[in-house]
């Protein structure tokens, strides 16, 4: 088992940044694939980043590759999220997630995640 606690959210302007921060406790060990999901008011959840430990991968969606950076310290157990040059079409809540222990894959699809934070909110105002 693995608890996920996210914080870091908080209101911006456009043109802003925050950063996230994912603190791991439990089997963290097993933790090769970790990534951050968002969801917007009546949308679907979408996978925003994500990092494969074994190889050192990331992935990012498309709406946001040049202005956010997944890392993760493995000393702190923690999963990080630089968001820089924010836009209002990034508002959402953030979840932090990690695919079954020891999953050797990584991507940003949904249902490939098995551990789910409860989210921290992230307002960009125009």
């Known amino acids: 088992q693995v608890q996920l606690v996210e914080s870091g959210g908080g209101s911006v302007q456009a043109g802003g940044y925050l950063r996230l921060s994912c603190a791991a406790s439990?089997?963290?060990?097993?933790?090769?694939?970790m990534g951050w999901f968002r969801q917007a008011p009546g949308k679907e959840r979408e996978g925003v980043a994500a990092i494969y430990s074994v190889r050192g991968s990331t992935y990012y969606a498309d709406s946001v590759k040049g202005r956010f950076t997944i890392s993760r310290d493995n000393a702190k157990n923690t999963l990080y999220l630089q968001m820089n040059s924010l836009k209002p079409e990034d508002t959402g809540m953030y979840y932090c997630?990690?695919?079954?222990?020891?999953?050797?894959?990584?991507?940003?699809?949904?249902?490939?995640?098995?551990?789910w934070g409860q989210g921290t909110q992230v307002t960009v105002s125009s």
């Open positions: 997630a990690t695919m079954n222990l020891y999953e050797r894959r990584c991507g940003l699809l949904r249902n490939e995640f098995a551990y």
């Open positions: 439990g089997s963290t060990a097993g933790t090769y694939c």
